[in-house]
C-alpha cells in the first residue's frame, strides 16, 4: 500500500522533474530564437 505521505513525496519529485524540464525547454526555445534572429542578420 502506497501511504498518503509517500505519494506527496512522489508528487514532489515529479513536479520539480517536470519544472527542470520546462527550464531546460525555454532555454533551448530562447536559443532557437536568437540563431533564427541570428541567420536573419547575416541574410541581410
Given at each position: 500500500m502506497v501511504t498518503w505521505d509517500?505519494?506527496?513525496?512522489?508528487?514532489?519529485k515529479a513536479s520539480d522533474?517536470?519544472?527542470?524540464?520546462i527550464k531546460a525547454f525555454e532555454s533551448l526555445t530562447k536559443t532557437y530564437d536568437e540563431l533564427i534572429?541570428?541567420?536573419k542578420k547575416i541574410q541581410k
Amino acid at each position: 500500500m502506497v501511504t498518503w505521505d509517500d505519494l506527496a513525496v512522489r508528487l514532489n519529485k515529479a513536479s520539480d522533474e517536470f519544472e527542470r524540464a520546462i527550464k531546460a525547454f525555454e532555454s533551448l526555445t530562447k536559443t532557437y530564437d536568437e540563431l533564427i534572429d541570428y541567420c536573419k542578420k547575416i541574410q541581410k
